[in-house]
């Protein structure tokens, strides 16, 4: 058996294999979709990305006969350890081929690092945030890949089983057709809402119309979203980078926000499937792939749930039903023929309820793994 080599990531070089890495990998898988290259690279660069301020971490390469045969980052998320008083380091952004003498050379690697830091448990996939792919997929390998997921091979599963790691917790994937009407229980809550008005519904009609309330609806997800595991809050450069990020594929008409009385309560953005067009440009935006991506954008199908947050002391009184149905209407109106849920931690009921409601059912599951130190 050759020798396997683990080196760090250091120079421009180094960090051009970790990124392209994963196409390799892949290359024999015409359904796998790859990641959009510019964000790989802000992704990576300490200058850019300022959740280096507040995280250690660790590239790694593995060579096999000199050729890259895998990569891992390693993470400390300071500012989540913290906030949760965890002593947990992260592993993330791994890929490697079927070879498990590589994935126990990176892991391994990713093991000592954590214990020198005076980590207890290593757990992952889980990167910067759960904002980033987490999770490995473990089910539902059949149906098709979405943005901001984990698109690993089944046999990633068996390799990080064979290191000894087991579930940490399980997020969840629904799909299922657009609702051709609403059940009654949703009806009633939008009668009693509009009855009363005390909540006001903001829609979007043009990108310029969204951009003043970007950063609140980011301030909003900060708020709503400290309960749910992974997150850490962006603080405002980040939130303007974030904003940055994504404003050039959202489709306005997608997202909705509730006041009361000038309070932003509530928010919920949904987007179009982007899949094929990252497909068809192979994730690269430059010069002419942005043009395929928004192409194929206004012809997809599927409406993809993306994000969604109600501050917590308005909870149970049917805000996230009224923004839930009038993006559903813009769906139908846009002749979007599916819903995907994105990922669902398996312990939001609530979420879960409503999915399931509407005729939505689990096709896909995804596991963050943890190992004790």
Known sequence: MSEIIVKEVVSRRDLRDFIYLPEKVHRNEPDWLPPIYMDEWELYDKKKNKS?????????????DGKPAGRIMGLINRRYNEINNETHGRFCFMECYDDG????????RIEDWARQNSMTKLVGPLGFSDKDPQGFQIEGFEYPQFITSANNSPYMVKLIENEGYAKKIDLVNYLGDMPKEFPVVYERVLERINRTQEFTITEFPTKKKL???????????NDTFSEIYGFV???????????????PIIDPKFIKVVEKDGQLIGFAIGLPDLSDGIKACRGRLLPFGILKVLR??????????MLGGVRKEFRGKGIDVLMGVKILQD???????SLDSHL??????????????????????FRIFQKDL
């Open 296 to 305: 194929e954008s206004k012809r997809s199908k599927k409406l993809i749930m």
């Open 331 to 337: 769906g139908i109106n846009s002749r979007m023929e």
């Open 101 to 108: 003498d590589v994935f126990h050379a990176l892991i391994s």
């Open 211 to 221: 951009k003043p309330y970007i950063l609140r609806v980011l301030e909003l997800m």
């Open 344 to 365: 669902v931690l398996e312990d939001n009921l609530r979420m879960r309820g409503e999915y399931e409601r509407i005729g939505c059912k689990v096709v896909k599951k």
């Open 52 to 64: 280096f301020g507040y995280a250690d971490a660790l590239l790694l390469l593995a060579f096999r």
């Open 233 to 247: 809050p962006l603080n405002d450069k980040e939130k303007s980078d974030f904003a940055a990020r994504y404003m």
